[in-house]
């Protein structure tokens, strides 16, 4: 079965600190890969996305992730956290080409920053 | 977020009734969807319509139904709501360009509590 794992479900950070959120995925394919911050009370917005090509991508806000086909991974990164990066972080996957093309989510990780 | 909207924003309902959720787009887009957000479970996608009087099932479409009948709109309903039910719900389009981001825009989320 299709899944997406996220590990964490809740991160505290130092502001300042380097962060790295996980994500795993169970799929029979090469899927898109996706991540996604929800602030509070709000709705989700891209931060970033893998099709193909370079395995390491850079999004909006100083974030970056990785793909690694290997471990069936896409782990996000940012290297200096700041305070406005506590949210929620949603890793989700699509299937190249999928009917309907649907995202499948993870349970998400809750990011807490410490002054 | 631009383009999609949502309504009402809020609703709190008595278990047993009917209700519906309605998500408007002004971009054209073939693709709208339905998810739900839980705790713990991220985005799990309830379902979704790749054109007008064309939808599907997700993996939680039990307890709901949908209709489209203009590309704008898609309508989510709970034929009896239920406690299990309350959730915050939301809608999304898909641009499939990949001269955009090839992935989602959420709309700002319908919070419902059925008691």
């Known amino acids: 079965a299709q899944s997406v794992t996220q590990p964490d479900i809740h991160i505290t950070v130092s502001e300042g600190a380097s962060l790295e959120l996980r994500c795993n995925y169970s799929?029979?394919?090469?899927?898109?890969l996706f991540w996604y911050v929800q602030s509070p009370g709000q709705g989700l917005q891209l931060l970033l996305k893998y099709f193909s090509g370079d395995t390491l991508v850079q999004g909006i806000k100083g974030f970056e992730a990785e793909f690694k086909r290997s471990q069936s991974s896409f782990n996000l990164r940012r290297p200096c956290v700041h305070w406005s990066d506590a949210a929620e972080y949603f890793c989700?996957?699509?299937?190249?080409?999928?009917?309907?093309?649907?995202?499948?989510f993870g349970g998400g990780t809750r990011v807490l920053v410490k002054p | 977020d631009a383009g999609i909207t949502q309504s009402p924003r809020h609703k709190v309902t008595e278990t047993g009734t009917p209700v519906t959720l309605r998500c408007h787009q002004t971009e054209n887009h073939r693709y709208m969807y339905w998810y739900r957000q839980d705790p713990g479970h991220g985005l799990r996608l309830i379902h979704y319509s790749y054109g007008v009087k064309d939808t599907d099932k997700g993996e939680v479409s039990d307890g709901y139904s949908v209709s489209r009948s203009k590309t704008e709109d898609f309508l989510l309903t709970l034929e009896s709501a239920t406690s299990s039910q309350t959730s915050v719900y939301f809608c999304?389009?898909?641009?499939?360009?990949?001269?955009?981001?090839?992935?989602?825009?959420f709309g700002s989320g319908t919070r419902l509590t059925v008691v």
């Open positions: 799929y029979g394919a090469t899927p898109y």
């Open positions: 989700a996957v699509g299937l190249i080409k999928a009917a309907g093309n649907k995202l499948t």
């Open positions: 999304a389009i898909r641009d499939p360009s990949q001269r955009t981001n090839y992935g989602y825009t």
